[in-house]
């Protein structure tokens, strides 16, 4: 631009923007006629506030701020004792049961449809899916229309009791329900899609570890994991050493993506999606929710 040139912004644009954007007036005559030189438009301008330190920090809504990067490691026990496992077991299953219905099934449908279709995989393609955490059974109807054969998981057996009750009432006669037990993690045969949407959140990091590896063993070659989890909570940290081992309602537990995708590797299992969803209500920038497709090799 030449010096006599006229700079593309007005003054009361930039002015304007700020008020807009900032809520405020900018700092001095000086500062305006920087910006009415280094930006080519009011939409660059405007783009350029928006993305500046002082919109995120001071501006925008903590919970749509974005997490910083890195994330502090959560200081989590991933190994399972055995003798723990029981106690595990019961306190995910009264966290979930304290926490009540949180299925969006016609979401939660639309989003397994465009997972499969994203992937180039026909639903007729997938033999036996397996619902870990299908609680009342809710989702099950849909699994049932969409593949040959269906199975689903719960470590409640009130739960599974209401699910049997309603897919009988329903007539649906491909679907069959297990109970998870600590002798059991996987009570069912192998599968070609093991599907846990909304459930592993409540499960302490050394069970969420030992149901992953006992879903990703029993994949048939070429079969597919979609679960979602946290893998990141704000001051998170868990031990069953210094955390007790009884029910707690309500609770949400992390486990961390290098771990996850560590014992993917280990299982034979390749990442094929992995996408940010929102975390349940009130956690937005405490908590990173991950949603993982990963493929058993053929």
Same mark, same amino acid.
């Not at 995120?56 to 055995?82: C, S």
């Not at 057996?157 to 329903?170: C, D, E, K, Y």
């Not at 992390?254 to 940010?276: K, N, S, T, W, Y």
């Given at each position: ?9 007005s003054?009361?644009?930039v ?14 005559h ?11 438009s %009011? ?25 910083? %990067?890195?994330?502090p ?8 004792? #055995? ?16 926490e009540?219905?949180?299925?969006? !099934?016609?979401?939660?449908? $639309? ?11 026909? #639903? ?15 989702l099950?109807p &849909? ?6 054969? %269906? ?12 699910? $049997? ?14 109970? !998870? ?5 996987f ?7 093991w ?7 409540? &499960?302490p ?25 946290? %893998? ?14 009884t ?5 949400? &537990? ?8 560590a ?6 299992? !390749? #990442? ?27």
């Amino acid at each position: 631009m030449r010096a006599d040139a006229e700079p593309p912004l007005s003054a009361e644009e930039v002015i304007l923007t700020y008020r807009a954007v900032l809520g405020r007036l900018p700092e001095n005559h000086d500062i305006i006629e920087a910006h009415r030189r280094a930006h080519g438009s %009011v939409e660059a301008f405007a783009a350029a506030v928006l993305g500046s330190e002082e919109f995120r920090e001071q501006v925008l809504p903590a919970a749509l701020r974005p997490l910083p %990067v890195p994330l502090p490691a959560n200081d989590v026990q991933t190994r399972l004792d #055995p003798a723990s496992l029981p106690g595990l077991l019961e306190r995910a299953c009264a966290a979930r049961q304290h926490e009540g219905p949180d299925m969006d !099934v016609s979401q939660r449908v $639309a989003l397994l449809d465009a997972l499969l279709a994203r992937l180039g995989r026909l #639903p007729e393609s997938i033999g036996h899916c397996v619902e870990h955490g299908c609680g009342e059974g809710r989702l099950i109807p &849909h699994l049932a229309a969409r593949f040959g054969r %269906v199975t689903g998981l719960d470590a409640s057996r009130v739960s599974l009791a209401t699910a $049997a009750a309603a897919l009988n009432a329903q007539g649906i006669t491909r679907a069959a329900l297990a109970q !998870v037990t600590a002798e059991a993690l996987f009570p069912a045969a192998d599968c070609d899609l093991w599907l846990c949407l909304g459930g592993m959140r409540f &499960h302490p990091p050394p069970l969420a570890m030992v149901v992953l590896e006992a879903a990703l063993d029993a994949l048939n070659p070429g079969g597919l994991a979609v679960f979602d989890l946290p %893998v990141w909570i704000a001051d998170y940290r868990f031990s069953t050493a210094g955390d007790p081992a009884t029910p707690a309602g309500g609770e949400t &537990h992390a486990l961390p993506q290098p771990v996850i995708f560590a014992l993917a590797d280990a299982m034979g299992c !390749v #990442p094929r999606l992995l996408r940010e969803t929102p975390p349940p209500g009130g956690q937005a920038g405490r908590m990173l929710v991950n949603l993982f497709v990963l493929e058993k090799r053929r």
